[in-house]
């Protein structure tokens, strides 16, 4: 069975840093793109960040671009997201995804960490 | 970059009515498109894959259809249980943007 649980959300003040972390299990971690995507409050779906399984390939929303920074661990079947410079616009629940087959996209998510850029 | 236009915004049917979404991308998206449901409060679910493959579990009265850049999500016959926001990704190159959503609730 597919799992993904998000951790390293909270509060944080703007200006601030924050690094979510993605376990994976379930699947062949190491084969798979995957992806954060956000979600503010009573908003849409926001694609962030994703990373691509064969190579080391990364893609940035222009939202986020030169801020956040989406590394892998295969060794620990771990995605990460470090954030950076937040602002409040940034607050959101940050889900991670699997690819969809071995494309992007998200067949399976992760119950998502809540992100509250505030002071 | 493409943009991801999805009509109607909300729309509001009665239980066994078809329903049918649209999703537009201003480019071509070689069919990499994606649904998916968001239930209240509840993560995303993928509905459907490459514009018309259906995800394993996903109820069969979900269809997609369409290719290049004009895509249709269809619910046959609406039940209670997809009250939800529908949302459509492109995820052939970045950025994989998604469409705005659409609501659909129950006359």
């Known amino acids: 069975e597919v799992q993904l649980l998000e951790s390293g959300g909270g509060l944080v003040q703007p200006g601030g840093s924050l690094r979510l972390s993605c376990a994976a299990s379930?699947?062949?971690?190491?084969?798979?793109?995957m992806s954060w995507v956000r979600q503010a409050p009573g908003k849409g779906l926001e694609w962030v960040s994703s990373?691509?399984?064969?190579?080391?390939?990364?893609y940035y929303a222009d939202s986020v671009k030169g801020r956040f920074t989406i590394s892998r661990d295969n060794s620990k079947n771990t995605l990460y997201l470090q954030m950076k410079n937040l602002r409040a616009a940034d607050t959101a629940v940050y889900y991670c995804?699997?690819?969809?087959?071995?494309?992007?996209?998200?067949?399976?998510w992760g119950q998502g960490a809540l992100v509250t850029v505030s002071s | 970059d493409i943009q991801m236009i999805q009509t109607p915004s909300s729309l509001s049917a009665s239980v066994g009515d078809r329903v049918t979404i649209t999703c537009r991308a201003t480019?071509?998206?070689?069919?990499?498109l994606a649904w998916y449901q968001q239930k209240p409060g509840k993560v995303p679910n993928l509905l459907i894959y490459?514009?018309?493959t259906l995800q394993s579990g996903v109820p069969s009265r979900f269809s997609g259809s369409g290719s290049g850049t004009d895509f249709t999500l269809t619910i046959s016959s609406l039940q209670p249980e997809d009250v939800a926001t529908y949302y459509c990704?492109?995820?052939?190159?970045?950025?994989?943007?998604f469409g705005p959503g659409t609501k659909v609730d129950i006359k």
């Open positions: 995804a699997k690819g969809i087959q071995l494309w992007f996209g998200g067949d399976y």
């Open positions: 379930g699947f062949t971690f190491s084969s798979y793109a």
């Open positions: 990373f691509s399984g064969v190579g080391s390939t990364t």
């Open positions: 480019q071509d998206t070689s069919n990499f």
């Open positions: 490459g514009a018309s």
């Open positions: 990704q492109k995820y052939n190159s970045a950025p994989f943007t």
